[in-house]
């Protein structure tokens, strides 16, 4: 068993391009979460979802951030036109659906130059 | 809304000593899961311990243990012969039992970092 596997690990941009991070939830996973990790803070959830479906999305800011988690592969965090305070390590956890338990991926650093 | 709170940024302990973690919580729910997760330097998230807020027994996990105090909202980790690879980021989490749209949602504390001497 892999382990929510997440990439890619480190992503470079430059103010106004798009950045597009990818998980893989663990096998038999049928629940994402992301959430965000600001320097010298503790993780901020932005969204769950399950398959085709988002279930809360509450974290996420309004703008130019997106998600979705396809029938077929990985799910997407999608943040349009990024800017230098989205630069911050994007963590992708998975459960089954008895969500009892998170298992977290290795993170997604973005750094917006 | 549930907050949690470590009041602890900076630990030390020196090797194979004791030392515990503070972690405090605020909520109006009777039912939710706590947990510890070890951050260390790879970043790589990992579930230290896990406690039911229903269960009165402390959760241990070899070395790891909590002391959970429900009236108190007080989750305290206790580590014990502590080892050079405990040093990490630890963060204490809250989670939900009611199942509205937030379930999975886990609340951090901003995390204390752990230092182990030799």
């Known amino acids: 068993n892999a382990g929510v596997m997440q990439n890619p690990r480190h992503l470079v941009r430059r103010r106004g391009q798009e950045a597009r991070l990818r998980c893989s939830p663990m096998k038999g996973h049928s629940h994402v979460y992301w959430y965000r990790q600001l320097p010298e803070e503790g993780l901020k959830f932005m969204v769950y979802l399950q398959k085709e479906n988002i279930i809360d999305e509450s974290g996420m800011p309004k703008e130019r951030f997106s998600a979705e988690f396809p029938k077929e592969g990985p799910s997407i965090l999608r943040i349009q036109q990024v800017v230098r305070g989205d630069s911050a390590a994007y963590f992708c956890?998975?459960?089954?659906?008895?969500?009892?338990?998170?298992?977290f991926g290795a993170g997604s650093r973005l750094t917006v130059l | 809304a549930q907050t949690v709170t470590q009041s602890q940024p900076e630990m030390s302990v020196q090797e194979a000593e004791t030392v515990t973690l503070s972690c405090t919580y605020d909520t109006s729910e009777s039912d939710y899961y706590l947990f510890w997760y070890k951050q260390p330097p790879s970043r790589q998230m990992i579930l230290v311990i896990r406690?039911?807020?229903?269960?009165?027994q402390n959760a241990t996990e070899n070395r790891f243990s909590v002391n959970f105090q429900k009236a108190a909202k007080s989750f305290s980790l206790k580590i014990s012969d502590s080892q050079l690879g405990d040093a990490a980021m630890y963060f204490c989490?809250?989670?939900?039992?009611?199942?509205?749209?937030?379930?999975?949602?886990?609340?951090f504390g901003k995390g204390t970092k752990l230092s182990v001497k030799p």
């Open positions: 956890a998975s459960s089954p659906p008895t969500k009892n338990v998170l298992t």
């Open positions: 406690q039911e807020a229903y269960k009165q």
């Open positions: 989490a809250y989670r939900s039992m009611n199942y509205g749209g937030s379930q999975g949602n886990l609340i």
